[in-house]
């Protein structure tokens, strides 16, 4: 019934930038977009940052000051602001949202990082 579909990944350079997008589609309910989370090849998914309305958002130590995740709940859409983007962020992302009880994941986007 709900989709997330992100875009946005690419191949870029060591130091370069790149923006994420996650847009939230198909539901009649308000849907609570979470966070960002990636995986790499042979590796678990591991969070990357989370956003809510009752504080600051969160970031995993490995890209806090790097990353900056933002929302725009009118367009539904979640972001992820990736600056000096190093060959260690090379994973799929993935977008995870919520409408109690369940979770939602999208397909993700590729990111790789070139040094």
């Known amino acids: 019934q709900v989709q997330l579909v992100e875009s946005g990944g690419g191949l870029v350079q060591a130091g370069g930038s790149l923006r994420l997008s996650c847009a939230a589609s198909?539901?009649?309910?308000?849907?609570?977009?979470i966070g960002w989370y990636r995986q790499a090849p042979g590796k678990e998914r591991e969070l990357v940052a989370t956003?809510?309305?009752?504080?600051?958002?969160n970031y995993a130590d490995s890209v806090k000051g790097r990353f900056t995740i933002f929302r725009d709940n009118f367009k539904k859409t979640l972001y992820l602001q990736m600056n000096s983007l190093k060959s260690e962020d090379t994973a799929r992302y993935y977008c995870?949202?919520?409408?109690?009880?369940?979770?939602?994941w999208g397909q993700g986007t590729q990111v790789t990082v070139s040094s």
């Open positions: 198909g539901s009649p309910v308000s849907i609570n977009l």
């Open positions: 956003i809510s309305s009752v504080g600051p958002p």
């Open positions: 995870l949202a919520r409408a109690i009880p369940t979770s939602y």
